[in-house]
C-alpha cells in the first residue's frame, strides 16, 4: 500500500519567514496530494491539494508544489502569521479508483510554530 | 450548519469495558470515516462507508466495529477496549468516497486505563 513519510516532525520560524514541509510518497499510481491543517483542539481542514497533472499551486501565501518523478511534495507558507501555528498533514491518494484504492493516506504531520 | 459532530468529547474507559462513539453529519455526505490520531503516527483509517449500507475496513480495524445506522451517522465500537484504544478518534464525511475532499469533525479523546 501507499506509505508517505513527511518532514520535518516540529518546524520553528519567525513572524514573517516562510516555512517549508516536505513528504514523499511511495506508490506512483497516487494522483492526488492534499494538505490538512489541524488547529488545536479541532479536526483536520483541507487548505490546498494538487492533482497529479499540475506542478505547482498556489492560493494566497500557501503554495504547493509537485515533482512526480522524484515522488514528492511541499507545502510552502509566505509571510507566516501567528495563526499559521497549527499541525500540518500531506496526504495522498488515487483520486478516481473506486473501491478501497483511492483512500487517503496521510503522513505523520508538521507542528509547525510561527514565533512573534 | 454544524458539518460534523461527534459524541462524546471525552470518555475515560477501564480496560475490558465497551463503548460507542457517535458521529452525525449534516452536508447529505455519502462516505463517512473513522481515524484515529497518535503522536508520531499521523491519521490512520479504521473503517469507512463509501455509501449508506456499506462498511469496509482500513487500515487499523482490529478491535473495533462500525455501523452505518443511515446517510448521516456512522458509529465506531469498541467491544472491549485495551489500553492501546488510548487516542484521539475522528470521524470525517465525504461527499464521494473517490472525491477524497474530507470534513473532519471535533475529535473525541478516549483514554483506557
Known amino acids: 500500500g501507499e506509505n508517505v513519510e513527511q518532514h520535518p516532525s516540529t518546524l520553528s520560524v519567525q513572524e514573517g519567514d516562510s516555512a517549508v514541509i516536505k513528504c514523499t510518497y511511495s506508490?506512483?499510481?497516487?494522483?492526488?496530494f492534499p494538505w490538512y491543517k489541524q488547529e488545536l483542539g479541532k479536526g483536520p481542514q483541507l487548505i490546498i491539494d494538487?492533482?497529479?497533472?499540475?506542478g505547482e499551486k498556489k492560493d494566497q501565501r500557501i503554495a504547493v508544489t509537485l515533482n512526480k518523478t522524484a515522488k514528492h511534495f511541499s507545502l510552502h507558507i509566505t509571510e507566516t502569521q501567528p495563526e499559521d501555528s497549527a499541525v500540518y498533514f500531506c496526504?495522498?491518494?488515487?483520486?478516481?479508483?473506486?473501491?478501497?484504492?483511492?483512500?487517503?493516506?496521510f503522513g505523520t504531520g508538521t507542528q509547525l510554530k510561527v514565533e512573534l | 450548519n454544524a458539518g460534523v459532530t461527534q459524541t462524546p468529547k471525552f470518555q475515560v474507559l477501564k480496560t475490558g469495558q465497551s463503548m460507542t462513539l457517535q458521529c452525525a453529519q449534516d452536508?447529505?455526505?455519502?462516505?463517512m470515516y473513522w481515524y484515529r490520531q497518535d503522536p508520531g503516527m499521523g491519521l490512520r483509517l479504521i473503517y469507512y462507508?463509501?455509501?449508506?449500507?456499506?462498511?469496509d475496513k482500513g487500515e487499523v480495524p482490529n478491535g473495533y466495529n462500525v455501523s452505518r445506522l443511515n446517510k448521516r451517522e456512522f458509529s465506531l465500537r469498541l467491544e472491549s477496549a485495551a489500553p492501546s484504544q488510548t487516542s484521539v478518534y475522528f470521524c470525517?464525511?465525504?461527499?464521494?468516497?473517490?472525491?477524497?475532499?474530507?470534513?473532519f469533525g471535533a475529535g473525541s479523546r478516549l483514554t483506557v486505563l
Open positions: 496526504a495522498a491518494s488515487i483520486r478516481g479508483r473506486t473501491g478501497g484504492g483511492n483512500k487517503l493516506t
Open positions: 462507508s463509501a455509501s449508506e449500507g456499506t462498511t
Open positions: 452536508m447529505n455526505h455519502n462516505s
Open positions: 470525517a464525511s465525504s461527499e464521494l468516497h473517490g472525491a477524497n475532499v474530507l470534513t
Open positions: 494538487i492533482r497529479s497533472n499540475v
Open positions: 506508490d506512483s499510481a497516487s494522483n492526488y
